[in-house]
């Protein structure tokens, strides 16, 4: 795995960065030898925030995890990650009968895994899209209670996402073709 780690408010020590290399690289099973982790540290103010991205073919693999020690946090975003890598294991033999498998190491592949928590979608609902700009969507997504709201971009007659932030702020998903 090739480790790409860069520090906002905090310098990169070697300390760090081993126990990064160290406790994500306990991941390496899962992934070929060539495959890229995007690790970000960062400090705001008593928050120590550790972000771990791993692009893999068509899909990226991505936790952030805050403690009060950045130790903590690396030892929390690997066990998610993990977890991640185990309850999407059967998604991931699909991709493979399609040829979408090509960063994984063949032991993980073949490597048999329990799913405790498989997933089941228990509700659907249908609505029609009325187009409208995204602070409109805000606005709609406020006055329903949701955390996200889907619509049809009226500027760009795309369909997009809006979505609350945890610092209260917004954001938008935009299709990219």
Request: aromatic share 8%; with cysteine; net charge negative.
């Amino acid at each position: 795995m090739r480790f790409t780690i860069t520090g906002r408010n905090i310098d990169v020590t070697d300390g760090l960065r081993s126990a990064v290399e160290e406790k994500i690289g306990k991941l390496e099973r899962y992934f070929k030898p060539d495959t890229e982790v995007l690790v970000t540290l960062s400090v705001e103010k008593d928050r120590q925030k550790i972000e771990v991205t791993i692009p893999v073919k068509g899909n990226i693999i991505r936790s952030e995890q805050v403690s009060s020690d950045m130790y903590v946090s690396i030892d929390l975003v690997e066990e998610i990650i993990e977890r991640q890598l185990k309850k999407y294991k059967t998604k991931l033999v699909d991709a493979k009968q399609s040829g979408g498998s090509a960063s994984f190491s063949q032991a993980y592949m073949d490597e048999e895994y329990d799913d405790p928590d498989e997933i089941k979608i228990v509700r659907t609902k249908r609505f029609g899209i009325k187009p409208m700009d995204p602070e409109e969507a805000c606005v709609q997504m406020e006055l329903l209670g949701h955390s996200f709201y889907v619509f049809r971009n009226s500027e760009t007659d795309e369909v997009n996402v809006v979505y609350k932030r945890k610092n209260d702020t917004y954001g938008l998903i935009e299709p990219e073709f």
